[in-house]
């Protein structure tokens, strides 16, 4: 068990920083620039902040995705709630002090 919670707190982090990562790749001016005037277009829709409009439903989107990579380490889908809870408030937390 405490080995399984190691895990999924490592990949929530890596989770969490991946998202502020996206979110500043996104940025006007930096390498997917592009991509804020897509989510510009998208304003206003249910679509936008998942695909980057806010960091934290993005990071939710983020890890739905990648603890498809948690199951190669055998970890039940029990722990699919609290890696989801962890990365988030690791995104929110990471989101003020940035």
Known sequence: MWNDLAIVSVFACLAAMLSHFIDYCIQEGEVFGFWQK??????????????????????????????????????????FLPYIVISSTLTRILALWL
């Not at 409009?53 to 029990?78: E, H, R």
């Open 38 to 79: 897509v989510l510009d277009k998208l304003e206003g829709t249910a679509i936008q902040n998942p695909l980057g409009g806010c960091v934290v439903c993005m990071n939710v989107w983020i890890c739905v995705f990648s603890f498809w990579g948690l199951l190669a380490f055998d970890i039940s889908w029990l722990w």
